[in-house]
């Protein structure tokens, strides 16, 4: 009889220990894909930049860069450019600040200040920064302690491409370049089949030519289950961290373009705003039928067409020109006067006189950490009660 006991003590004690989740309390891990998602990253930002910028807005898929900090610094002309991706939805990733890459002899001090100068520097500049992508890679860094690396990459950032070993800092990229367009298209569809996360890179357009970009997003937009969305989406929306985490807005521009397609009025919302379905001032003979709109997380509205329902005059001059007498759509290669002060700049600042309201999906219960201990402790609570009853038994028999 007390073999027995001893056998089922065991056992239960066991299966109590399976139900603790000893890991899941400090480390970050990825909830199940309800989709295929693409995301795409261009480096070092290159020559190339404004024109990838215009690309993805007309495409409406969200452009990914991965910006060193050193290059923002006293750069108007780049700030400008980046801003505009941003207020597209898209993200501004962190490169390091110098871009010289690290080495077996690299030590932690050298690490985590390329790691907070380009925090800083980019942030600084009015950018939502949460994710880095490595700098130099292919070369002296395979040598890299990378536990090292994670060490100095989790105090600023909360992603990486692969600073660092764990999950949470080690998301592979496939790098475009020598891959033909059918090739890709079929990494495309095969993310969407399975529901997979799909990253492609580059860095200008000697590796992916422009027409091949082109066709390769209008393919994304075609493919059923698949969408373009950014490092920022991914992680918030499917990364389970220990703590709460606040990756900051993320911006959207509305244009109201009149049947023409001429740009009235540009407005920077943050997502899940409510936005006015007419711009702040109507052109005469202009009429704005649209409904509100909310602007959702990952949804991108290029444009809301008014209706001309009788021919603009001739003397108003948001209608005869409206590009000029709105400095949001000005060329972004061009100074921006609102970039020479990137506090001025910021998002927030460019926000509608009616008020976007925070979207409360944002604060949506995600937290499997906290049922895991609820489970975890109701099954020790089980188990504990179970010996109970059994040592009761016991001695129920003895006695008897
Ligand atoms: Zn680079």
Known sequence: ??????????????????????????????????????????????????????????????????????????SVAMVSVLKKIQNHGGEILSHTYSHDAFDENSTLEEIEKEFSMSYNALTNAGFVVNGIIEAGAGGSEKSVNYDLVEQAVKKYYKYSDCYGTSLQYNSVRTYMRGLSLSQLKTKVSRAAQRKEWLILFAHDFSEISQSDLEALLDYINETEGVKGVTYKYMYENFGNYPTKQDFGKTYYTVSYTDKKGTV?????????????????????????????????????????????????????????????????????????????????????????????????????????????????????????????????????????
């Open 264 to 400: 009235i009025e540009e407005k920077v919302v943050a997502a899940g705003s409510y936005v006015s379905s007419k711009p702040s001032k109507i052109p005469e003979g202009t009429t704005w039928s649209n409904t509100e709109v909310i602007v959702e997380d990952n949804m991108i509205i290029s444009a809301l067409k008014g209706e001309v329902i009788s021919t603009p005059s001739t003397s108003n001059p948001s209608t005869s020109n409206p590009s000029t007498s709105n400095p949001s759509t000005s060329n972004p290669s061009t100074s921006n006067p609102s970039a020479s002060n990137p506090s001025a700049s910021t998002p927030t600042t460019n926000q509608p006189s009616d008020e976007p309201q925070e979207n409360s999906n944002n604060d949506k219960a995600k937290d499997p950490i906290t049922l895991w201990i609820v489970i975890g402790i109701a099954g020790v609570a089980l188990v504990v009660l179970i010996i109970v009853i059994i040592v009761v038994c016991c001695k129920n028999k003895k006695m008897k």
């Open 1 to 74: 009889m007390k073999k027995l006991i001893c056998v089922l003590t065991t056992f239960l004690l066991l299966l109590a220990i399976a139900f603790v989740p000893v890991e899941a309390a400090d480390s970050f891990t990825w909830s199940k894909f309800d989709s295929g998602y693409v995301t795409i990253v261009f480096d070092d930002g290159r020559d190339c930049t404004a024109t990838l910028a215009r690309i993805f807005t007309e495409k409406n898929i969200p452009l990914s860069c991965a910006i060193t900090g050193k290059s923002v610094v006293n």
